[in-house]
């Protein structure tokens, strides 16, 4: 028997339900009728809870993409946090470079924690994409979103990091922000082709050694 629930707490439970199915088995297995089965209620109720298909994959997407720049907030704050002491006392590019150590690899645990909601960013941002052109669809404006909260959570990061450790960067942190997020996508989306852990971390140092080189 369908529990009855509120409008809006039947949309977060069919949002997770076609979260959970994407992540599973990738954008192209949500559906109408997988959705409302893996809820447990009737396509009907999907209908009601959301105007089509396109309707319900953008709630579904935009919860994604707040739910992963929540993580990398909580991240990079326990790192600057962690930082922090490690570098206490200490200032310049080799406080800056540990510093910024401490945040990759807070990141990295959790991506290596949750590979397959990695790989559904990159489905989400495709998907995305391929409507950026028709301004009335609800998921067009989505991987410009994306972008501006990993972004603005990464310019955050790396401002609280030269402020600890007594530097400063040469050109714009949202320009530094921009260059560090564009790398770590190139190895973010290799790891998960080959999850080699060590090369991605070799490739990390080598980020952060062209970064610290922006700020003095």
């Not at 997407?61 to 992963?68: K, R």
């Not at 310049?92 to 807070?106: D, E, W, Y």
């Not at 400063?168 to 080699?196: F, I």
Request: charged residues 25%; aromatic residues 6%; negative net charge.
């Amino acid at each position: 028997m369908q529990v009855r629930l509120p409008f809006d707490s039947r949309r977060t439970q069919l949002v997770r339900a076609a979260l959970e199915r994407a992540e599973k088995d990738g954008i192209d297995a949500v559906t109408i009728r997988r959705v409302a089965d893996d809820a447990g209620v009737s396509v009907g109720m999907v209908h009601y809870c959301f105007e089509n298909k396109e309707d319900l994959m953008s709630a579904m997407i935009e919860t994604n993409i707040d739910e992963l720049a929540a993580g990398l907030r909580m991240a990079f704050a326990y790192a600057a946090t962690v930082g922090e002491e490690a570098t206490a006392g200490t200032t310049g590019p080799v406080a800056l470079s540990a510093q910024l150590q401490a945040g990759l690899r807070t990141m990295w645990q959790l991506i290596e924690l949750t590979p397959s909601r990695q790989r559904l960013a990159y489905e989400t941002i495709c998907f995305s994409l391929r409507r950026q052109d028709d301004p009335t669809n609800p998921s067009a404006r989505l991987a410009k979103v994306h972008k501006e909260l990993a972004l603005a959570a990464a310019a955050e990061f790396l401002s609280v990091c030269a402020e600890q450790t007594g530097t400063e960067w040469t050109v714009t942190v949202e320009r530094v922000a921009r260059l560090c997020l564009s790398l770590l996508d190139g190895v973010v989306m290799h790891w998960l082709v080959t999850r080699d852990t060590e090369a991605a971390w070799e490739d990390i140092d080598q980020i952060i050694e062209m970064v610290v080189q922006q700020a003095r």
